[in-house]
């Protein structure tokens, strides 16, 4: 298994302002992924990053709002912009290990974002 | 594209007890990954078993098993000997298995699993 670190673990914020999420791994791995999970809903996914290239959003996601960065193998960051309520959310990342690995996919404790 | 169904947004069950949470899911992938989370009150995603695709034996792990039915495209969680703490959301997921493809999670809507004393 793998320790998935993720900073803030919960924060209340203002409306317009932006909060960047820390996810860090103990372990090297390929792909890391943000989820979201609304209040009472699943998890679905935002992005996905890989180190070295662009983010990879999915349909309802865009970079200008979820700017996310990959500088290495053990870390990423997620920020929501110009945050309102409907941001208010748990983000959770989570990491993929190299093939072989299939049945490997952990998830970090989690960001509570409150937006007022 | 993958989807999960869960259908039973709640269940209850007597402690000490077993209970299965159903899961199907729809796929075109021929590779590909069945999982099984929890998620307490606190929020955080915690990994209780995997299924492969290719794995002829059902997955067991400790208290929970999953009965893997490919022709039925069926992956459900058994709990046996159910305790308080088991008391969560229950999450059922897929992934696809190939070389060089992310292998992103696709969630069903989960299951919200009381125990009673």
């Known amino acids: 298994s793998a320790v998935i670190s993720q900073k803030p673990s919960r924060d209340i914020c203002q409306r317009g302002t932006s909060l960047t999420i820390q996810c860090q791994v103990d372990s090297q791995v390929t792909m890391m992924f943000w989820y979201r999970q609304q209040p009472g809903q699943s998890l679905t996914l935002i992005a996905t990053a890989n180190q070295g290239s662009e983010a990879t959003y999915e349909s309802g996601f865009v970079i200008d709002k979820f700017p996310i960065s990959r500088p290495n193998l053990t870390f990423s960051t997620l920020t929501v912009s110009n945050m309102s309520p409907e941001d208010s959310s748990i983000y959770l990342c989570s990491v993929e290990f190299p093939e072989g690995r299939w049945n490997e996919q952990f998830f970090g404790p989690g960001t509570r974002l409150t937006v007022l | 594209a993958q989807k999960i169904t869960q259908t039973q947004p709640g269940m209850f069950v007597q402690e000490k007890e077993a209970v299965t949470l159903d899961c199907t899911y729809d796929t075109s992938d021929q590779s590909y990954g069945l999982f099984w989370y929890k998620q307490p009150s606190s929020g955080e995603m915690i990994f209780l078993i995997y299924?492969?695709?290719?794995?002829?034996q059902n997955a067991t792990e400790g208290r929970y098993s999953l009965n893997f039915q490919k022709a039925r495209k069926s992956a459900n969680l058994v709990i046996s000997a159910s305790q308080l703490g088991d008391s969560a959301m229950y999450f059922c997921?897929?992934?696809?298995?190939?070389?060089?493809?992310?292998?992103?999670?696709?969630f069903g809507s989960g299951t919200q699993l009381t125990v009673l004393p």
């Open positions: 997921a897929m992934s696809p298995i190939s070389s060089g493809s992310a292998r992103q999670l696709t």
């Open positions: 299924q492969g695709s290719y794995d002829e």
